[in-house]
C-alpha cells in the first residue's frame, strides 16, 4: 500500500485548508485512514482518525471542532478540512492506514501499518 498526501501550504491565522491522501495498492482490508502532525522538535501526535466502515471518527482535543476527517471509499482517498488555523498548528502532517489492528480508532502511530510522504502545513499569524 501507498498513501499519497497533499495539499499543504501556507495559511493565515484564522485561514483554512483541505488535505487529501489517497491510498495505491491493496486497500482492500483497510480498518482506519489517519492524520498525526509533527511540528519541528516535537513528537509526532495524533490528530484524527475515521474508521472505513460505518465512518465513526475520533479528534486529538486540541483540533475537536476546527477540523474535521472524511473520506471517499470509491476514491481510497481520506481528506482532513482545518479550520481557524492558528500558528500552533504548523507541522508537518502524515496520513496513515491501519489494516490489521484490532483498536477502534486508534491514536498511536503504532496502530498504523502504512503511512504517507507527509505534507507541510504553514500558519502564520
Known amino acids: 500500500v501507498q498513501l499519497q498526501a497533499s495539499g499543504g501550504g501556507l495559511v493565515q491565522a484564522g485561514g483554512s485548508l483541505r488535505l487529501s491522501c489517497s491510498a495505491f495498492g491493496r486497500t482492500f482490508s483497510t480498518r482506519h485512514m489517519g492524520w498525526f502532525r509533527q511540528a519541528p522538535g516535537k513528537e509526532r501526535e495524533f490528530v484524527a482518525t475515521?474508521?472505513?466502515?460505518?465512518?465513526?471518527?475520533a479528534y486529538a482535543d486540541s483540533v475537536k471542532g476546527r477540523y474535521a476527517i472524511s473520506r471517499d471509499v470509491a476514491k481510497n482517498t481520506v481528506y482532513l478540512r482545518m479550520m481557524s488555523l492558528q500558528p500552533e498548528d504548523t507541522a508537518v502532517y502524515y496520513c496513515?492506514?491501519?489494516?490489521?489492528?484490532?483498536?477502534?480508532?486508534?491514536?498511536?502511530?503504532?496502530?498504523?501499518?502504512?503511512w504517507g510522504q507527509g505534507t507541510e502545513v504553514t500558519v502564520s499569524s
Open positions: 496513515a492506514l491501519d489494516t490489521y489492528g484490532s483498536s477502534y480508532l486508534p491514536r498511536v502511530t503504532n496502530g498504523y501499518d502504512y
Open positions: 475515521i474508521r472505513w466502515s460505518g465512518g465513526s471518527t
